[in-house]
């Protein structure tokens, strides 16, 4: 059975909500990570997040856009600094792309 363009319609509306609302509680338990009577964390590490969910950001503005979706996962491990590095070199990209186009 085919969908018709209205249930596309409806069960983008109805996706969209559920995982918006889903991302902003994800989102304020993360910041919650930022309580320090709780939790200790070192600054790159905390950079690393902050980082890691600007690329992300990015890659759902991309995705909605232009379809294309981008698949990459976050961790703390040996190679830590690798994908800190990586995912710094993107969000630097992507803020020079931000800014080029901001310009005209």
């Known amino acids: 059975m085919t969908k018709t363009a209205k249930d596309k319609q409806n069960d983008f509306e109805r996706l969209a909500v559920k995982r918006v609302n889903k ?3 994800d989102a304020r338990l993360i ?3 930022g309580n320090k009577n709780i939790y200790e964390g070192s600054q790159e590490k905390k ?3 902050i980082n890691c969910c600007f690329v992300e ?3 759902i ?4 856009t232009t379809g294309n979706v981008q698949v990459e996962g976050f961790q703390f491990a040996a190679e830590a ?3 800190a590095a990586k995912v710094a ?3 630097a990209d992507a803020k ?3 800014d080029a186009s901001n310009q005209f």
Do not use: W
């Open 96 to 98: 020079v792309a931000d």
């Open 61 to 64: 503005e991309k995705a909605l």
């Open 31 to 33: 910041a919650n990570l």
């Open 57 to 59: 950001v990015k890659n």
């Open 23 to 25: 991302l902003i509680k």
């Open 81 to 83: 600094a690798k994908v």
């Open 47 to 49: 950079q690393s997040i």
């Open 89 to 91: 070199a993107k969000v």
